[in-house]
């Protein structure tokens, strides 16, 4: 069981950044793939970036890359990501995923946070 907590959502102009952060729980983090994903209200939602259990291999959506930094800190069981010249688009609320392999779909995470709403105003 992993429970999973983000932080660090809030409201920015466009062209600003935002650092979230997934707090996970259990010691089995580092063995998890991480991922993070976006719901716009209205709208699905949709796959943002993933890292594999190492950190060592890292995965974003088109519309995100170049801008996104997705990384995890083991030793602090969290995952990371950093976002930067953010646009009025990327305003969603985002969540955090655990799950057995860093996949780009909804089905390959097992365990989801909360969310934590990020707005970005024009």
């Known amino acids: 069981q992993v429970q999973l907590v983000e932080s660090g959502g809030g409201l920015v102009q466009a062209g600003g950044s935002l650092r979230l952060s997934c707090a996970a729980s259990?010691?089995?983090?580092?063995?998890?793939?991480m991922g993070w994903f976006r719901q716009a209200p209205g709208k699905e939602r949709e796959f943002v970036a993933t890292v594999d259990w190492s950190g060592g291999y890292t995965y974003y959506a088109e519309y995100v890359k170049g801008r996104f930094t997705i990384s995890r800190d083991n030793a602090k069981n969290t995952v990371y990501l950093q976002m930067n010249s953010l646009k009025p688009d990327d305003t969603a609320v985002y969540y955090c995923?655990?799950?057995?392999?860093?996949?780009?779909?909804?089905?390959?995470?097992?365990?989801w946070g909360q969310g934590t709403l990020v707005t970005v105003s024009s």
């Open positions: 259990g010691r089995t983090f580092s063995s998890y793939a």
């Open positions: 995923a655990a799950g057995p392999i860093s996949g780009s779909v909804y089905s390959s995470y097992n365990y």
